[in-house]
Structure formats: C-alpha cells, structure tokens
C-alpha cells in the first residue's frame, strides 16, 4: 500500500524470515559461522539459541540457502511430535519410503547415512523451535547421533530454540546429550547503532532511494520500543510507513513511532517493573537505591559531626550538666521498663 509512496519495490519490513533481508550484526555474522563450521567439520550436535524475534529462524533460512547439493538436509520447524510422527517426517524427508516401525527406521536409516558416507555426501538435521520438543524425542534425537563411524559423523544435528532450552538441556537427566553438543551459541538483540544500521539496510535492499526515510529520533524511538529485538523493529517500523503513508508524511518521526507503539501495546522495557528507576543528572545514571543509601549516610554522618562539634565548645559545667541529664534519662527509663 505504501511502496509507491516511499518508492520501494518491496515490503522491507516483512515479518517473514526471508534470508535475502537478514542483516548480519557481529552476533549473527558469528551464529552464521558456527552453523557453516557445523557442516563443514561434521560436528554432530549444534546449538543455537536466542530470545523470541532475534532472528533465529531466518539464520536457519540463511543457511538453507548456501547448503551444497551434496548435504542432504531435513528442516524440522514444528516439533511437537509423537515419536511415531517424529520417525515418519525423518523418512519423508530423507526419502526411506514407507516405514512401519522404529525397527526398520533404524535400518533404513542406517543403510541410507553409509551409502551417504560411501558417496562423500552430508546428511543433515535442523530442529527449529527445539524447546517444544518432549522428553521421549529429545532421547530420539540423542540416539540418532549414535549412528557413526569411528572417524566421522553420519549426521550433523542444528537444535535452534529459546533461552529456556538451554535449561532443559541442562537437566541432569539430559546430560548424555549435554555431553554430545559439541558447539554453543546464544544470539542477542541488536544495539542502537546496529538498529539504525538494520533499518537502513532493508530499506535499501527493498529499493529505497532515500535511506532516511526514519529520522534519529524515530530509529532512538523504535530500539527504545523494541530493545533491538528483528521482530519489534520490523512491526514498528512496517506500521510507521503504513502511518507516515495515510497522513502524506514522507518522513517518519519519533512522534509516529510512539503512535504506532502504542496502538501495537509495545512499551519501552525501561518502565517494566522488574528494572529500577534511574535518577540522570549530567549524563550519568545512578539507581534510586544507591542515592537514597547516600543520603541516609550522609545524614547521619552530619548529625553526630554536628554534635560532637556543638559539644565541645560547651565549658565543663555545661558538658557535667548534660552528662547528669542522659543519666536521669537512662535511670528513668529502666523504671518505666520494669
């Protein structure tokens, strides 16, 4: 709807994971690197995890693209599976035909990774949203790893999920496949500059002629809203143009990016309850708790110097007659304690 109005050629914001709009950040410049040493050096388990939107699944996408002819390769994206199921898509996949049962999965699978093997070719797995998997199929997955020679990997196996997988795998009773997992990595979001430099380079790979169609206000704006996360940008940013579109505005503000978060129910992780409030003076940022700690401090120290100076410019008659005072005091008190 907008495309002409910003003259673009394509939608730069779609949520789709389409590889040829993945911006490679340091961090997924790495993820991408681990997933290729995976096949190249036939590392058997891989894991990648990183937080709901951080762009897991199109640096699987990524990597589909650039896989030789000779990997043969499986994408699981829904794993919520029967084991039954589970051994079916394996077949249907790797092209095994009809399978019966887990007994002649085995075999078939078995004589289909050697004659692979024979062929100099690489039979890879990808699980998307491993965290879903149950217990039983995790096992499954394990077991599948044990199918090597003594020099090699028959299969390579890509775990993608969420930070909570991470966890799961950390379960005493998961630690045969903890053992197995031969790389580790976490994705994270992307930082303010890597935001503006995200934005700016959808832009121009949908066509844009113009790349400052978002000011520095509205790129501040949507790494606020979003925390860096591919998915927030890409919803702000996609409902922006679409805004900036119906009220004839070529440039997109901070006041827009408001509104759009807003009508979305995004809201800045700053005001979340689960992080302090700050107190800013001159640039630098302290917690509310670490300034109240202070001035009580502070207050203290300054009322027993101003004692102590008050009392020792008292002459003795003076101090004795204080000292006899806090005596009464003292004496009285106990009788009204007993």
Request: with cysteine; glycine share 6%.
């Amino acid at each position: 709807m907008y495309l002409t109005f910003y003259n673009l050629k394509r939608e730069p914001f779609s949520l789709s994971p389409d590889h040829n709009f993945l911006y490679l950040s340091e961090v997924h410049k790495e993820g991408l690197a681990h997933l290729r040493y995976c096949l190249i050096r036939q590392r058997g388990f891989v894991l990648i995890t990183g937080e709901v939107g951080t762009g897991k699944t199109t640096l699987i996408h990524a990597l589909l693209a650039q896989v030789p002819q000779k990997v043969k390769t499986v994408f699981i994206s829904n794993p919520s599976l029967k084991r039954d199921e589970f051994f079916e898509l394996l077949a249907h996949g790797f092209g095994l035909g009809v399978v019966g049962n887990k007994g002649q999965f085995i075999i078939k699978f078995t004589q289909f990774l050697e004659e692979a093997q024979k062929r100099g070719e690489h039979v890879l797995l990808i699980i998307d949203e491993a965290h879903c998997l149950s217990p039983d199929i995790l096992e499954e997955i394990r077991l599948l790893s044990n199918l090597e020679t003594p020099n090699v990997k028959l299969i390579s196996i890509i775990l993608v999920g969420q930070p909570e997988f991470k966890e799961i795998i950390e379960n005493p009773k998961n630690r045969a496949l903890r053992q197995r997992i031969s790389l580790f990595f976490s994705l994270r979001p992307l930082s303010r500059q890597e935001t503006a430099d995200y934005i700016r380079f959808r832009l121009m790979k949908a066509g844009a002629k113009d790349l400052a169609i978002f000011s520095e206000t509205a790129l501040d704006s949507i790494f606020l809203f979003s925390q860096g996360v591919p998915r927030l940008i890409n919803k702000l940013a996609d409902h922006a143009l679409l805004t900036g579109f119906v009220k004839e505005v070529k440039y997109i503000d901070d006041k827009i990016i408001k509104e759009c978060a807003k009508e979305a129910g995004i809201v800045p992780s700053d005001s979340s309850n689960d992080r302090p409030h700050v107190a800013v003076k001159k640039g630098r940022i302290f917690s509310s708790k670490l300034v109240a700690k202070f001035f009580v401090a502070f207050s203290i120290v300054a009322t027993i110097s101003s004692f102590l100076l008050w009392y020792f410019v008292l002459d003795p008659e003076e101090k004795r007659q204080i000292m006899d005072l806090c005596n009464k005091i003292i004496f009285q008190g106990k009788l009204w304690g007993k």
